[in-house]
DNA sequence: AGTTTGTTAGTAGCGTCATAACAACACCAC
DNA sequence: GTGGTGTTGTTATGACGCTACTAACAAACT
């Protein structure tokens, strides 16, 4: 068994089967049809068990049966398999996030509600989400700089260029001439290369968001010497608050966007 | 804890978290942030276990963390769950299936080959599904029947419009008048209702479908009396075999659609 | 007669649930 | 500043349920 089947059967078994019924179901794939030892033969699946994995994927209407002698398998079409399993995924999805609501409705604070808090985020995703939805929060200004184009993302480029062209004053601040360069073709966003005097010799700074005068998000990237290839991003983040508002005074002062 | 509350558990469930990170991300909504014995006063998730329960939901983007003193916790927004919960679902969904297209490419037997089989499909959604692929194969002409306009739903009926808009033969067959006048406004079906000598006297027959000479399906309606309200329907089905062309035949004679 | 099929039973291992213990810390009254 | 009390965060442990895996066997098939 490939390292390859082994991944498919891992993505099934997070898909909820059981890791035999995702070696029936690829191995149905490969036989066409087939008997429960055809099955058992091209997977080390116990023949006795191929029975009830079967029974249990019918279930879930990913398996069709014949009930000839002996019974005859066949999985349904990928393209059948992924809708229904997509099919249970947006139900379950829709079941429980409809109940979510009803409780933050119910019992959550006001959404206006904003506590004086720091929060952290970690992974390179998460935070290009959480830097994307603070740059739609922001009303006036977004200052967004990076290292490197790859910090910068299509979320958050295409959250400033909306910003951009919803009139905020919208600025790209980078050491990196690629990371200017993404923005030759907006007229309304500015892409600035800090001053010398002004840069933070810090290797690990990662994306730093300003938005307004009270939105801040700060990364750092991990080391990658510890995990090479792995660039263990961490971000803290503060909307609306005390906090913010000084961080944001502090930052400004530190990488002073182009006014000279 | 009410009946929606352990829904919702059931189905976060489903999406991949345990019964207790279920419990807690619901708690968090509910509170929009807190501790650890904030949360383990509105459910019954333990307080020592609450602490790595947080830190496996944050580690799955569902929670955000604040190191204060008593730590802080946040679940993301409904939004953000959703959609990284959709991401997850999409990346290992492509992950399975791109495997299994490889698989099926490599060994599966050819498309084209059919095998002479009889097939089963159990449960209404799934038979709609498959009697909507098969209409979708058909090349000259499709006919269906069903006893009931619920019978027909959405998938078939938009099959039956695209086929007759294509130019096949497709006649619609019930002694329902309700089905019969789902298309009254399509010049291209006709909608026929049995003679009388000709009609199959058998409450648990559900749908009939024949495509060309040899694309058959066939359905049964389990036993309403067993389950009130749950009529657990059943149907085999064979394309382009030599079983499909004497079954087509077969009925066509016991369904005579409107030549007299 | 030998092989295969389909069903059933049983055990081991693992992950999750649930409880318990405890050192360290925070808070408060004095 | 100190002592008492409560809280926090970590760690350990056992029970339970589910899945993986093996084994046995009657009936059916060749």
């Known amino acids: 068994m490939s390292v390859d089947e082994d991944d498919a059967i891992e993505s099934l078994e997070r898909l909820g089967l059981t890791s035999y019924e995702g070696k029936v179901f690829i191995a149905l794939h490969k036989l066409g049809t087939g008997t429960a030892r055809d099955v058992s033969r091209v997977t080390d699946v116990p023949r006795s068990q191929v029975y009830s994995v079967t029974e249990s994927l019918e279930d879930r209407g990913l398996v069709e049966v014949q009930q000839s002698s002996p019974i005859q398998y066949r999985a349904v079409s990928i393209d059948e398999a992924r ?13 429980a996030f409809d109940y979510v609501e009803t409780v933050r409705d119910e019992f959550g604070p006001d959404q206006e509600e904003e506590q004086e808090d720091i929060w952290m985020v970690r992974g390179q995703d998460r935070i290009a989400d959480r830097a994307a939805d603070l740059i739609r929060r922001a ?5 967004f700089a990076a290292r490197s184009p790859e910090l910068v993302g299509e979320d958050i480029d295409t959250a400033l260029r909306e910003r951009a062209d919803d009139g905020l004053a919208v600025v790209v ?12 073709d907006h007229d309304a966003i500015r892409a600035i290369e800090p001053a010398t005097d002004h840069r933070v010799n810090d290797e690990h700074t990662g994306r730093a968001l300003l938005g307004d005068d009270d939105i801040l998000l700060l990364s750092v990237l991990g080391n990658d010497e510890e995990l090479p290839g792995i660039n263990r991003e961490t971000a803290f983040w503060s909307a609306r608050t005390g906090f913010a508002e000084v961080l944001v005074q502090l930052v400004e002062t530190t990488i002073s966007p182009g006014d000279r």
């Open 83 to 95: 809708s229904t399993l997509r099919e249970r995924f947006e139900h379950e999805s829709e079941r």
């Open 139 to 143: 009303e006036r200004s977004v200052l």
């Open 173 to 184: 601040f980078s050491e990196d001439p690629a990371v200017r360069a993404l923005y030759d």
